[in-house]
């Protein structure tokens, strides 16, 4: 059994950071895909960042050149550094494992593990 526990949101102000920290508790296969999803209010959950067993990341392009996903050494915690951060980042953010290689879209098909969400504001 894979738990997922997320934690570091908060509110913020525009242009501000926040780093998102993701504990992976239990095994997780040699070949996987993490990553970081968003839902706001009456919009769909959609793929932020993941990161490849290999250690390739992809981006959602919304976020590209301001968000990083990585992982430790040891792989038990996965980060989301956010930085310049806008009001249209407002959402729950949620962190999810999927038990083999990420797949050429950052849908959320495949990701079997979620964490409980943790939620960012960001004010202008």
């Known amino acids: 059994q894979v738990q997922l526990v997320e934690s570091g949101g908060g509110s913020v102000q525009a242009g501000g950071s926040l780093t998102l920290s993701c504990q992976v508790f239990?095994?997780?296969?040699?070949?996987?895909?993490m990553g970081w999803f968003r839902q706001a209010p009456g919009a769909e959950r959609e793929g932020v960042a993941i990161?490849?067993?290999?250690?390739?990341?992809r981006y959602a392009e919304s976020v590209k050149g301001r968000f990083t996903i990585s992982q430790n050494n040891g792989k038990t915690t996965l980060y989301l550094q956010m930085n310049s951060l806008k009001p249209e980042d407002t959402a729950m953010y949620y962190c999810?494992?999927?038990?083999?290689?990420?797949?050429?879209?950052?849908?959320?098909?495949?990701?079997?593990?979620w964490g409980q969400g943790t939620q960012v504001t960001v004010s202008s």
């Open positions: 999810a494992a999927r038990p083999s290689r990420c797949g050429p879209t950052m849908t959320t098909l495949g990701f079997n593990y």
């Open positions: 239990g095994y997780i296969p040699s070949s996987y895909c």
């Open positions: 990161i490849d067993s290999d250690g390739t990341t």
